[in-house]
């Protein structure tokens, strides 16, 4: 059923969300979401929180997990939907992905304190809800707070972008281990907000989506809170074509910083598989 208020997409605290598990389902439910999943950013640290309190409001749940992966020299997202949070492999895996941010963090502090931007590492873990996922995310709240961006849009333009004070490159998952983390713990591997990626030229999209599919890649986000309606309607044309199914996911992140809401999304194009329909027999009521 393409008709169905599924939102697959959002981040809590466990990563780089400001909102706890709890209450993510609790928004959702009041929002009217009819199927939900967390997926924070390379951690399944808050899997069972959300699981239990969406089973306490009635809420369906999928687990989820958004892992960051280098393609090509991109850093690109892959959504996991339907894992075993506990799967030996995907714990392990994860633990390798979040490895080098401490490190990491700690060099876009010394390149912001270059251009005057004192104490950001300490800044930045102020708002860090869990030790081994410290992200830009963090560093960009704590430059609202010290007055030097009005709001964290525009950090990311001035700061923490390639090019400008703040970013560090970073070697990420491999494209085909992340899908194989996700479809060994027994869910379907999803290609997140892909209008996001700054590929070289549409060959390199094409790439993408061609290695995603032959590592056995299922889905792609059509419907996000990232994409505008034109691109809704363009990567409906590419899930049609790469025989993808299609997920919807509103990414939420914060009351005060994301422009959609958990469950305020347009529905899924009726010529779609919506990716829950092979993720049936994972759904937790
Ligand atoms: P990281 O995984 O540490 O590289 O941080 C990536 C996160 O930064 C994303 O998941 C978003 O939450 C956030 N982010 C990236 N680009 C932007 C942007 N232009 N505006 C707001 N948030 C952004
Ligand atoms: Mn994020
Ligand atoms: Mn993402
Ligand atoms: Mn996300």
């Given at each position: 059923?393409?008709?169905?208020?599924?939102?697959?997409?959002?981040?809590?605290?466990v990563?780089?969300?400001?909102?706890?598990?709890?209450?993510?389902?609790?928004?959702?439910?009041?929002?009217?979401?009819?199927?939900?999943a967390l997926t924070d950013h390379d951690e399944v640290g808050g899997q069972h929180r959300a699981a239990?309190?969406?089973?306490?409001?009635?809420?369906?749940y999928l687990s989820g997990v958004e892992i960051s992966v280098?393609?090509?020299?991109?850093?690109?997202?892959i959504v996991g939907l339907g894992v075993d949070p506990d799967d030996p492999q995907l714990v392990q895996g994860l633990a390798h992905t979040r490895?080098?941010?401490?490190?990491?963090?700690?060099?876009?502090?010394?390149?912001?304190?270059?251009?005057?931007?004192?104490?950001?590492?300490?800044?930045?873990?102020?708002?860090?809800?869990?030790?081994e996922?410290?992200?830009?995310?963090?560093?960009?709240?704590?430059?609202?707070?010290?007055?030097?961006?009005?709001?964290?849009?525009?950090?990311?333009?001035?700061?923490?972008?390639?090019?400008?004070?703040?970013?560090?490159?970073?070697?990420?998952a491999t494209?085909g281990d992340a899908v194989r983390w996700i479809t060994q713990a027994g869910g379907i591997a999803v290609?997140?907000?892909?209008?996001?990626?700054?590929?070289?030229?549409?060959?390199?999209?094409?790439?993408?989506?061609?290695?995603?599919?032959?590592h056995g890649g299922r889905?792609?986000?059509?419907?996000?809170?990232?994409?505008?309606?034109?691109?809704?309607?363009?990567?409906?044309?590419?899930?049609?074509?790469?025989?993808?199914?299609?997920?919807?996911?509103?990414?939420?992140?914060?009351?005060?910083?994301?422009?959609?809401?958990?469950?305020?999304?347009?529905?899924?194009?009726?010529?779609?598989?919506?990716?829950?329909?092979l993720l049936?027999h994972r759904i937790l009521?």
């Open positions: 059923m393409t008709i169905l208020n599924a939102d697959l997409h959002c981040h809590s605290t990563s780089d969300g400001t909102l706890a598990p709890e209450a993510l389902a609790e928004r959702a439910k009041a929002n009217g979401v009819e199927l939900w239990q309190a969406a089973r306490a409001l009635g809420l369906p280098t393609f090509a020299g991109l850093t690109v997202h490895g080098g941010r401490e490190r990491r963090a700690r060099e876009m502090a010394q390149q912001l304190a270059a251009v005057g931007i004192r104490g950001a590492f300490e800044g930045a873990l102020k708002y860090v809800g869990n030790p996922l410290i992200s830009r995310t963090h560093f960009a709240r704590y430059l609202v707070e010290a007055g030097v961006c009005h709001d964290t849009h525009e950090v990311f333009r001035r700061f923490l972008t390639e090019g400008k004070p703040g970013y560090v490159e970073h070697r990420w494209l290609i997140a907000h892909p209008a996001r990626y700054a590929h070289p030229n549409p060959t390199q999209e094409y790439a993408l989506f061609a290695e995603f599919a032959a889905a792609v986000e059509v419907v996000t809170g990232s994409h505008s309606s034109a691109e809704a309607v363009r990567y409906a044309d590419m899930a049609l074509e790469f025989g993808l199914a299609a997920s919807r996911g509103s990414d939420f992140h914060s009351p005060d910083e994301s422009h959609t809401d958990l469950g305020a999304l347009p529905y899924l194009d009726g010529r779609l598989t919506p990716v829950w329909e049936a009521h």
